[in-house]
């Protein structure tokens, strides 16, 4: 979403905090959420339950126009990627 809809970079937007919204509960991720997040979600309605993160441990890849590659890496996790 980050990338896509608002244009940012991998690692900008996997900086983002992590929200889940899954049956009547939105989790977030308090720590690194905007202060004014929680109460503005609060007032639409959400149920809310502040998290330390999910630990997901995203890691993403964007090809660019010209074809060079950016990246980004979680720093929840390692911040690397590993083959098998």
């Keep these: 979403m980050g990338v896509l809809e608002w244009g940012l970079t991998p690692q900008q937007a996997i ?7 899954r049956g009547d509960i939105t989790r977030i991720e308090g720590p690194r959420a905007d202060p ?25 890849i ?3 126009a010209d074809g060079t590659l950016v990246g980004g890496a979680d720093p929840r996790r390692e911040g690397k990627a590993l083959t098998p």
């Design 15 to 21: 900086d983002l905090p992590n929200v889940v919204a």
């Design 36 to 60: 004014a997040l929680i109460p503005a979600l609060v007032a639409m309605g959400h149920q809310i339950k502040e998290t330390r993160g999910e630990g997901s441990g995203l890691h993403t």
């Design 62 to 64: 964007v090809r660019q």
